[in-house]
């Protein structure tokens, strides 16, 4: 029994063995293909020296050159240091961190605020206090909606009115960025990103009313619509509204169907002509060389 047992027991561990010099041998071969990390291909990756905030243009001393393995390298990534000075910043930038092309903005494009003013838009600053400003809590990157305070030209009574929704922050004063440890930033003029036509809007409410920032939050792109509120309606008392303030113009009510024109008046019927009487009878009479006409009456005939 013991001999049997130890008879199996050293097969299996031969056997084991023979498994185990196969699979090494297969393991190596297919490991010798690959090539050692040692021979891996390395590039010039341009990195952070420091942190890079929005608005500084890149500078010699600012970034570093470091390798990395040719399949590591990120798209847009620069391999020289030519390929990055002397543009802005467009997008913070981390130290240690790679910088890429869509963090940057074209050579010559100025400095500041400026490069990060995407094509199509429109920055445009509004002078604000602690009140209009939200206590000084409108930040770089927040969203505001603008109201505007006035009294309309054909109005009566003096009204607020929301005129811009969903609008990007883009600067607090001098700050284009908000601040590291979040708080807030007393300034006194606050810019906006805006499209053209809300540039015009933004101006005329500034110039001819007073407006006031809301804050709203980032996550809200919902569009409401208002129609204002007049200083009667704070004391209770029902105002009308006019059209055209908020509300949909009340649609026209149809027509009512157009009546068929009368037919023109037929002319009374023209009375037939009476016929002409028929010529009278003419017997001529021959008295041996005379020769006359004489005419015979038919009113007995017809009668």
């Known amino acids: 029994m013991d001999r049997r047992f130890l008879t199996v027991l050293g097969i299996s561990l031969v056997f084991a063995l023979v498994v185990s010099s196969i699979f090494y ?36 001393t600012d970034v570093n050159i470091i390798k990395v393995p ?30 890429l092309d869509g963090r940057l903005a074209a050579r010559g494009s100025g400095l500041g605020l400026a490069p990060v003013i995407p094509v199509g838009m429109r920055a445009v600053a509004v002078r604000v206090n602690d009140v209009v400003g939200v206590s000084g809590f409108v930040l770089p990157g927040m969203r505001v909606d603008v109201l505007v305070t006035g009294r309309p030209p054909s109005g009566e009574d003096t ?33 906006l990103l805006v499209t053209p036509e809300q540039a015009e809007t933004l101006t005329l409410a500034n110039n001819e009313g007073r407006i006031q920032l809301v804050l709203r939050n980032a996550s809200d792109q919902g569009i409401e619509s208002t129609r204002g509120r007049r200083v009667a309606e704070l004391y209770g008392v029902k105002v009308k509204p006019k059209a055209g303030e908020g509300e949909e113009m009340p649609k026209p009510r149809p027509r009512a169907a157009a009546a068929p024109a009368a037919a023109p008046p037929v002319p009374p019927p023209v009375a037939a002509a009476k016929p002409a009487p028929p010529p009278p009878d003419e ?8 020769k006359t006409v004489e005419v015979v009456s038919n009113k007995g005939t017809n009668q």
């Not at 883009?170 to 003029?189: E, H, P, V």
């Open 70 to 99: 040719a399949a590591q390298f990120p798209k847009g990534g620069f391999s020289k240091v030519e390929e990055v000075v002397d543009r802005p910043v467009i997008s913070n930038i981390l130290p240690e961190e790679a910088i």
């Open 283 to 290: 017997v001529v009479v021959i008295r041996g060389n005379t």
């Open 25 to 60: 041998q297969m393991t190596a071969r297919a490991g010798s293909g690959k090539p050692s990390p040692d021979k891996t291909d390395m590039k010039d990756l341009v990195v952070a020296n420091k942190a890079l905030p929005v608005g500084v243009m890149v500078k010699p």
């Open 159 to 191: 009204m607020t009115t929301t005129v811009l929704q969903n609008i990007l922050v883009l600067s607090a004063g001098q700050n284009i960025q908000a601040d590291a440890k979040g708080q807030a930033i007393n300034a006194q003029t606050v810019t």
